[in-house]
C-alpha cells in the first residue's frame, strides 16, 4: 500500500495476555519506528530498526515488550503478560533511509491496546 | 537526551482568524523540526517541517518559523477552518549519530464556525 498500515487497529486483551502487534512499512523503508501514545500525550519512541537490525531500544518500558522485524520489512511489537498500563496507542513509523535529518517520518494509524 | 515543552495545551479560535502554536527545545544539535497533526482515531500526519539551515518555512496557509539561538520554533496557521480542528504536535531531532523523534505534548486546536 501506499502508507504504513497496521493491524489489528484495536485490540482489547485481558490483564496477563500476550498480544502481537503487526507492521507494514511503506515498502523500500530502510528504517522503522514503534512509538507509544497514551491518551492525551504526545508520541513517546519505543524502538528503532534499521533494516533487520534492532539499532535501539531503549524506549522499551520492561522485559515484556519485544519487537522484531527479521526480514528488514514487517515488524512486529509483542507485549508479553498485557498490564492495564500498557493501555495506550501504538504507532508504528518508517522512513526511507536512515535517522538523517533529510528523511521524513511517516506515522501509521496505530493500533489501539486496551488492557482489561 | 532532547526535551521539548509545546504551547498552548488548548486553543479555541473563530473560523478565519490566525493560530499560533509555540515550541521549545533543549538540545542544541538538534537541527529537524516537523509538525504533526493528528485527527480523532488517526495517526500522526507530517504537516511541515523545517531544518536548522532555515529560519521560515511556508506552505498556504500554514508557516513554520526557527530560532536557534532561543531554540524555540513556531507554527502559524491563517484563515483558519474548522478542518484545522486536531491535536497538533511538534517535535525535534537531533542530527549527531542515531537519533528519533521527541515530541511535545500535543495542542488541541478547536476552529469554532
Known amino acids: 500500500g501506499a502508507g504504513v498500515s497496521q493491524s489489528p487497529r484495536y485490540k482489547v486483551a485481558k490483564r496477563g495476555q500476550d498480544v502481537a502487534l503487526r507492521c507494514d512499512p511503506i515498502s523500500g523503508h530502510v528504517s522503522l519506528f514503534w512509538y507509544q501514545q497514551a491518551l492525551g500525550q504526545g508520541p513517546e519512541f519505543l524502538t528503532y530498526f534499521q533494516n533487520e537490525a534492532q539499532l535501539d531500544k531503549s524506549g522499551l518500558p520492561s522485559d515484556r515488550f519485544f519487537a522484531e522485524r527479521p526480514e528488514g520489512s514487517v515488524s512486529t511489537l509483542k507485549i508479553q503478560r498485557t498490564q492495564q498500563e500498557d493501555s495506550a496507542v501504538y504507532l508504528c513509523?518508517?522512513?526511507?533511509?536512515?535517522?538523517?535529518?533529510?528523511?521524513?517520518?511517516?506515522f501509521g494509524e496505530g493500533s489501539w491496546l486496551t488492557v482489561v | 537526551g532532547e526535551n521539548v515543552e509545546q504551547h498552548p495545551s488548548t486553543l479555541s479560535v473563530q473560523e478565519g482568524d490566525s493560530a499560533v502554536i509555540k515550541c521549545t527545545y533543549s538540545?542544541?544539535?538538534?537541527?529537524?523540526f516537523p509538525w504533526y497533526k493528528q485527527e480523532l482515531g488517526k495517526g500522526p500526519q507530517l504537516i511541515i517541517d523545517i531544518r536548522s539551515n532555515v529560519g521560515e518555512k511556508k506552505d498556504q496557509r500554514i508557516a513554520v518559523t526557527l530560532n536557534k539561538t532561543a531554540k524555540h520554533f513556531s507554527l502559524h496557521i491563517t484563515e483558519t477552518q474548522p478542518e484545522d480542528s486536531a491535536v497538533y504536535f511538534c517535535a525535534a531531532k537531533p542530527q549527531s549519530g542515531y537519533s528519533t523523534l521527541t515530541f511535545g505534548k500535543g495542542t488541541m486546536l478547536l476552529v469554532s464556525p
Open positions: 513509523a518508517s522512513s526511507l533511509g536512515g535517522t538523517g535529518a533529510g528523511n521524513t517520518i511517516y
Open positions: 538540545d542544541s544539535a538538534s537541527n529537524y
